[in-house]
């Protein structure tokens, strides 16, 4: 397998997949643009990033055997990650290697900020002794306000509270006993953190949720003389509301390390405000934190290529190897009883509702409800099908999908069931785990009780409960040389009705099927191949 390096990383990263048989690593020696990539990755199994190399739709399209991107860094601006989706490509990025490095050039900004460092030491390097000019403020006291407390965030209220900071916090996503662990005080709106804080950081993702929101509307409802900081991603602050605040003097000034546009152009007007200290992306821009992105996604490119353990994918799930053992067996259920209702139910579909019982609903349900998607619309997909783009499939399927955990007392401690409703038609499916050895098993079809191994050919069939029906379906198939490796019988009462599930060895002929449909007892007759 190739792995493309395109951006410069580690020499310790790239010694770790060089040393895998398995690959073949190639280093470009220069940033490629668009055109010069698409020859390149014709064959790449794999490319390594940093926020150089664009990885466009175009050069997605151009690599068909590629399986993942890696980028060494916390971002992903750089990369059509929606393409990817689209094509099955996971995209990784490295959010631990660069934290701490991020959250000290971020403090070191504060402090910067705070005492006028870099004015006062242009004004020294020009020949000047000007003390009244950069009169500053302590951080003692003051009150910081930091949007986003993941774990960048995490570490810079650490450091301010060390140095006796008061810490507002504003991120929907923590929880009140998170936020009392860390010392801060989780604020709600975030109109709150606005009227109260001295300082105010950023370290949230650029999506459409946070693609300028601190704006003209956020500035008017900060204090007078707010000071505010940006070393997450460029597009967060609108750049032309803050150059306002400033001139209007509502702000004190600000410490940006990521832009709107990047490399800032030259005549960006953010350099003529002397208010404003500037730095060229340096977050990660330290020898620790390089070397560790580069063994970061070096050692998640290799566990992908390797043996499909994801981590720290922007459009998949992630489960440490821990909980991955823990899933595993509810993936491989969770992909056969898609298969089966796939093949019981329409094509056209309205909603598929995946329920989680017993102790699977403790499971991380995402990944288990992509792989039973998979399965539910491998025929709709083919191949390119798989759990990183399976619900953007549904979604443009229409397919409406719903997960529910329920509190069902049944036979099983852990189980599993699908419903597929295409109009007022309804088609279900239910599994569970067995044994020490973890063993799937199919234990409900269309709301009866069965016990069915999920592999192999699988001959369902709804008949009239009378002697003689198992022993005439039995001749028939030895007829034919075709082995029933198992059955499942269920009837409703004695001489009622009936669901028979053979599992076959080999798919039954169509003679066999010709025959069975002939009998006035058998009906709803189907193969299954799982």
Excluded at 239 to 252: D, T
Excluded at 281 to 297: C, D, M, P, Y
Aim: proline share 5%; hydrophobic share 45%; net charge neutral.
């Amino acid at each position: 397998m190739k792995i493309l390096v395109c951006d410069p990383v580690s020499p310790k990263g790239i010694a770790l997949l060089q040393q895998r048989p398995e690959f073949q690593v190639v280093v470009l020696p220069k940033r490629l643009s668009e055109a010069e990539l698409l020859p390149v990755v014709a064959d790449a199994a794999a490319l390594v990033v940093r926020s150089d190399t664009k990885v466009t739709r175009q050069v997605i399209a151009g690599a068909p055997q590629l399986r993942v991107v890696g980028g060494a860094g916390v971002g992903g601006d750089n990369v059509d990650v929606e393409a990817a989706t689209q094509r099955g490509i996971v995209v990784m990025n490295t959010p631990g290697g660069n934290t701490i490095s991020t959250a000290e050039l971020t403090f070191s900004m504060l402090m910067a900020l705070a005492r006028n460092i870099p004015q006062a030491n242009a004004s020294m390097k020009a020949g000047e002794w000007n003390r009244k000019a950069f009169n500053g403020t302590e951080l003692y006291g003051k009150t910081l306000g930091v949007l986003g407390m993941g774990r960048i965030g995490t570490e810079l209220a650490r450091r301010a509270i060390a140095f006796g900071m008061r810490v507002l916090a504003y991120d929907p996503y923590l929880s009140l006993s998170r936020a009392k662990s860390l010392q801060v005080e989780l604020v709600e709106p975030l109109d709150e953190l606005y009227a109260s804080a001295d300082f105010i950081t950023v370290h949230m993702p650029l999506s459409d949720e946070t693609r300028n929101m601190v704006n003209a509307a956020a500035f008017a409802k900060m204090k007078k003389g707010v000071r505010v900081l940006n070393c997450a991603r460029g597009g967060i602050i609108n750049e032309a509301h803050l150059i306002a605040a400033i001139q209007e003097g509502r702000v004190a000034g600000a410490a940006l390390d990521v832009y709107e546009t990047e490399p800032l152009p030259k005549e960006s007007p953010l350099r003529g405000l002397p208010q404003i200290i500037m730095t060229p992306h340096l977050g990660a821009s330290t020898e620790e934190a390089q070397e560790n992105v580069g063994i970061e996604v070096a050692e998640a490119i290799t566990d992908f290529l390797l043996s499909g353990s994801v981590r720290n994918a922007v459009n998949l799930p992630s489960l440490d190897a821990k909980t991955h053992a823990e899933v595993k067996p509810f993936l491989m259920l969770a992909e056969k009883l898609g298969r089966v209702v796939a093949q019981l139910a329409p094509k056209r579909n309205d909603r598929i509702i995946i329920t989680y019982g017993g102790k699977a609903t403790e499971l991380p349900t995402d990944p288990v409800t992509r792989a039973l998607l998979v399965g539910f619309l491998k025929s709709a997909g083919g191949q390119d099908v798989n759990q990183v783009n399976v619900r953007t499939l549904a979604h443009g399927l229409g397919l409406l999908v719903e997960e529910i955990k329920s509190n069902e007392e049944t036979d099983y401690n852990e189980w599993l069931h699908v419903a597929v409703s295409a109009g007022a038609q309804r088609f279900s499916a239910g599994g569970t785990i067995l044994g020490r050895k973890h063993q799937p098993r199919i234990v409900r079809l269309m709301g009866q009780p069965v016990e069915i191994l999920p592999e192999g050919v699988l001959l369902l069939l709804n008949n009239t409960d009378r002697p003689g029906m198992v022993g005439h379906i039995g001749s028939l198939m030895g007829r034919y040389q075709v082995n029933i490796a198992g059955m499942s019988l269920h009837r409703d009462e004695a001489g009622g009705q009936a669901l028979t599930v053979l599992n076959l060895d080999s798919e039954p002929p169509a003679a066999v099927l010709a025959e069975l449909q002939k009998d006035p007892d058998i009906r709803n007759l189907k193969v299954v191949t799982l």
